[in-house]
């Protein structure tokens, strides 16, 4: 995660998904995820019917494939732990190919390996298909508090910054012959950090000095106020409730 | 440890969610506290009414840059920072909750790092708990140590070598009344806080260190570090004289209020160590009662939850079979209990002793900054 990783998640286009205004994409991702959360694991083919919607979804925002299937490997580790799951669980006990595996685990590692994935999927659509910026604007409209936007908007911003001030500094350990190895290395490692956050906190403190120069007074105007007509709303929620019917077709089934 | 969807059930998420939004709510509040605080002794507090924007974001930057930072352990193995309890020492525990949430909304909204649904669970464990009981534990150490910087870095490991095991615990627990697979409590603690506590001893290592190193270069940036500022001095024809003390600088606190809290802090640290890793070490073979109590103790936690969420949870709550990892587990769960009682008690009284101060207009950075 070098510099310009926000460049990386996004995808730019101008498909229908692109489009839409962020808050009504995070709304129907939310819900989306809600209802594959409270999805029975027994019903199988609902977990099916879910991955078609978000590859009907990844088509029409021309999410190639392959990116899709890069950016889910964020999930590995909890794979690992998903995997372990039917030879700890407790209960009733088959023999797979000489093993004797837990059904209760078999079937918590199905739910864990089923939901975890639909919802990084789920995330990672939204991400690729919405800028940084408006996903922000976003938030936002959604009600969360507008300080928390605020600071979340500039960890966004910044993020590249000290991102980079940390690479220079990793440059300049290097170019001195340093090369961390092992423990005994940590001090300078830690000191760098050390550094980093003394260079952060000031940074923020020129930064607002910058911006009560500029007339601010503790809140962001907001420019272009994003507006989402019905047909947009609609238009974005056709994937939760869509999944809601599945849902709803995996309990009664 | 980004726990992704579906590993803990609906409606404990949505209570973990509450539980965060509350805390998150709370945070801001403190969070303009904390960094105007911090505004007064240098800069005059006249500007700094809304510095908390950008400060915080700048340094929910930072945590998010540090944590990318790899500290090789061995043989091409690396860790990084959590940087919970690292946040909370050096810019206080409120900033410090608002800055990790921030950077774990948009790891899960950006990189689709934990789970959308996972977010209060995570925001639980990762942010609020490891801030609060490592923000707690190093100002309990920091008053009952000498007033040095090397007290100041020796707090600092122990409170982040703590945090993340309680992190763990905190997870278990969430776990244990949400979990969607029934894995025994026992086995589930006995992985995590053991991955956890060797995850904690490189934490704690690299926090000392870091904080080591800012309190070296600009004591006055570390918040857990107030009270240690050296007096200013000046030369006056050839000796040292005391600089006619500023209105900010005069920091004598009353002796006599500091005193109970003293001692309730001494106590709470003794609890900690005697629940924590007495309890677990004592012997091989408990009694009864102690297994009874840890039974006890789990199952209490589930009916207040129960009591709490929807009826749809399924609460299934393992016995422990291990007898000293359940007396052990009782004092872990103890601690914790303590650590986020023992916080209430703290900012009710810290609260009390800055609106007093306020009235007596001796407000003194050093006498707040609690």
Known sequence: ?253 | MHAPDGFIDVPVSAAAGVLAAGAIAVSLRGARRELDDTARPGAGGGVGADRTAPLAGLVAAFIFAVQMLNFPVAAGTSGHLLGGALAAILVGPYTGVLCVSVVLLLQAVLFADGGLTALGVNITTMALTTTVVAYALFRGLVKVLPRSRRSVTAASFVAALVSVPASAVVFTLLYAVGGTTDVSIGKVATAMVGVHVLIGLGEAAITALTVGAVIAVRPDLVHGARGLRQKLKLRVDGELVDAPETPESAEPVPAAARSPRRVWIAGLVTSLVLAGFVSFYASANPDGLEKVAADHGIDQRAEEHATADSPLADYGVKDVDDARLSGGLAGVIGVGVTVVAGTGVFWAVRRRRTADDERSETSSPAGTSV
């Open chain 1, 1 to 253: 995660m070098g510099a310009g990783h926000t460049h990386r998640l996004h995808r730019h286009g101008d498909s229908p998904v692109h489009a839409l205004p962020p808050h009504t994409k995070l709304a129907a991702v939310l819900a989306f995820v809600i209802v594959v959360v409270s999805t029975p694991r027994e019903a199988m083919w609902a977990f099916a019917a879910y991955a078609v919607l978000l590859g009907v979804v990844a088509y029409a925002a021309r999410v190639p494939a392959g990116f899709l299937l890069k950016r889910l490997l964020i999930e590995v580790p909890f794979v690992a732990f998903a995997v372990l799951l039917p030879f700890v669980a407790e209960g009733e006990r088959v023999d797979v190919l000489g093993l004797s595996l837990s059904v209760n685990g078999l079937w918590g590692a199905w739910n864990v390996l089923a939901k975890g994935t639909l919802g990084v999927a789920a995330s990672v659509l939204l991400a690729a298909t919405t800028e940084l910026r408006e996903l922000l604007h976003g938030l936002q409209r959604l009600r969360l508090p507008p300080l928390l936007v605020q600071i979340a908007s500039f960890m966004v911003r910044y993020g590249d910054v000290i991102t980079d001030e940390m690479r220079r500094m990793r440059i300049a350990r290097e170019s001195r012959g340093f090369e961390a190895r092992g423990i005994r290395h940590w001090g300078v490692l830690a000191k760098s950090a050390g550094a980093l956050f003394i260079r952060s906190y000031e940074r923020g403190e020129r930064v607002h000095l910058a911006m009560v120069s500029r007339g601010y007074t503790g809140v962001m105007p907001v420019i272009d106020e994003v507006t989402a007509s019905r047909a947009q709303w609609s238009y974005a929620l056709a994937l939760p409730c869509a999944a809601l019917v599945v849902c709803l077709l995996g309990w009664t089934l």
